[in-house]
C-alpha cells in the first residue's frame, strides 16, 4: 500500500505556485466480492486505493466496511468534508432513495438515510455503467462526445449515458439495460440459437448471448464443449466462427443502442473489452447490422480501464461539490 499523503487540510488547497486552487476528490467501487476506495488527485490520477472484501450477509456489516472505507479516504485526505462519490451495480430510485441491487445486502434499504446514520454525511451514488459513460466522456476515449454510451460487457451487459458531459436524468434510476432487452429474432433465427433463460427470470434477453457466460454458451452450442470466455478468447482459429457469431449478436446491441439513443461514441468496459481487437472486431461487425443510412458511432475502449467506473463517480462527487451538477441519490 502506498505512504499515505501529508494531509492537504481540505479538498480544495491552494498551490501557491500555480496561483490557484486544486480539488481532490474519491470514490468506492462497491462490487459483489470487493470494496474499492481510491483517491483522486486534481488531474483525476489515482493517488491511492484500498480494498476491503464486500460483506455479504447484512446490510449493518457492508454499511459499516463502507464507512470503513471512507475514513480511510478522508484521513488519506485529511479533508473530513472530501467529496466522494460511489460507483455500484444496481440502482437507487430517484424518488424513495431505496437501493435495489442483486448482488449487495442492501436491497430495500433507504442508501441516504443509512449513510448519513452511519457517517454523518450523505455521497452521491451512481450505477457503474453511468460511471463508466460519464467517466469517459471527460477526459476519456467519449471526450467531447454530445452523446456517449459506456457499454459493459462483462459477466452481464449494461450501458451508461452521458449528454454533452453530463450523466443523463434517469426517471427510474435504472442505466440503459440494453443487457436485459430481447435479442432480436432475426439474429436468433440467423445463427439458429435458441430462447436461453436470463438472471432476470425472462428468456432470450441480449445479456444472455453477449455477456461474459453468452460467450461460453455459444461456444457449447458450436459443439466446442465447455471453455470459459478467456479460453473461447484465447483459442485463436478453433474458436473464431464462435467469436464472430458473438461480434455480430452484439452488434444487433450496439444497432438497438444507435436506434434509441444515437450515440456519437460506445466506449467498452467490462472484461469482454479487453479481449485483443475487441473494438475493430466490432466495428467491422456493426454496418451489417445497420439501418441503411444510419449512421455508426465510434466504438472505442474504455480509456481509464477497471477505473473508470469509480473515477467516474469521484468526479461526480466533485462537481457536486463545486456547484457544477446538482445533487443526486
Ligand atoms: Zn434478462
Redesign the pocket.
Known sequence: MPPPLAPLRGWRYHIPEQGGTAVICGGLDIGGTKIEARLFDAALDTVATHRVPTPRDSADAFFDALAGQVGWLQAQAGAPDLPVGIAMTGVVEPDSGIAQTANLPISGQPMQDRLVARLGRRLPVMNDSMALAFSEANGGAAEGSDAAVGLILGTGVAAGLCIAGAPAPRYGGIAVEI??AGMPARALARHGLPLWP?????EG?V??YVAGPGLTRLAQHAGLGPLTALQVVAAGAATEPVLAMWADLAAECLEMLQMTIDPRVVVLGGGLSQMPGVAQRLTDALPARLMPGVPAPAIRVARFGDASGVRGAALLARRIAEGVLPWTP
Open positions: 443487457g436485459h436470463c438472471g432476470c427470470g425472462r434477453c445479456e444472455t
